[in-house]
């Protein structure tokens, strides 16, 4: 979609891992880049600074991204994202905000969804969101975890940039025509162009696909 189609707005970006604010802005930065119409402001919820990736600490981000969001909101966002693969806190923020709420892990089982064929995910845990299991059924392919990668970090260096390629043309061969990167922490070090390249089958950004979802949401 042409990102010239969209009106102006002020998107509010809730990240789920506690960092300081630069790091807090990566995601903003990336949509300001691909849509220059699009004013960001990002805030990270305390006291989290492992994120979110498992039971307790999903259930601890809740009632903190409900919180944050409605701080956003305050401070003139007409829209709200939820900058994670697990959606935390995102049907509760619908319930008690009259705008918009998209999370990365409905909006990239959405996209995914537009495409024809099996879906691949890649993520950093044995899992896929429940998004994706919930959206897209018996289309969900496979949730592969690259060789040797905990998280973000591993995907820094050239053995896990080595291991998400051939885990993307092992998700293609078993027959994906479509890969979803089931990790916000992908867009920020740009994994998408790297193993769409590599695969030669359309790889899913989750900081774009929420984006999208959300300036739809918007009518912009």
């Known amino acids: 979609m042409n990102p010239a189609l969209f009106k102006p707005c002020t998107v509010g970006i809730v990240r789920v891992i506690t960092q300081d604010q630069e790091r807090t802005d990566a995601h903003g930065r990336l949509v300001e880049r691909a849509f220059s119409q699009v004013r960001t402001i990002s805030r990270c919820i305390p006291d989290q600074p492992e994120g979110v990736h498992d039971a307790d600490t999903l259930r601890g981000a809740e009632p903190k991204v409900v919180a944050l969001a409605r701080q956003l909101v305050e401070l003139g966002a007409d829209g709200i994202i939820v900058s994670c693969a697990d959606d935390p ?27 024809e064929g099996r879906v691949g995910v890649i993520g950093i845990t044995p899992e896929a969101p429940p998004a994706f299991r919930r959206m897209l059924g018996a289309r969900l392919l496979a949730n592969l975890v690259p060789d040797g990668v905990r998280d973000t970090r591993d995907l820094n260096t050239l053995a896990g940039q080595r291991a998400a390629i051939a885990t993307a043309r092992r998700l293609r061969s078993e027959g994906a025509s479509v890969i979803a990167l089931a ?9 998408a162009p790297m193993l ?14 929420e984006t999208l979802a959300l300036l739809r949401a918007l009518g912009k």
């Open 183 to 191: 990790c916000t922490g992908f867009s920020t070090i740009e994994l």
């Open 196 to 209: 769409e390249g590599a695969a030669g089958i359309p790889v899913l950004d989750p900081v774009m696909c």
């Open 89 to 115: 806190g995102v049907a509760e923020t619908r319930a008690v905000l009259d705008v918009p709420v998209v999370g990365a892990g409905e909006s990239m089982a959405a996209a995914a969804a537009r495409h």
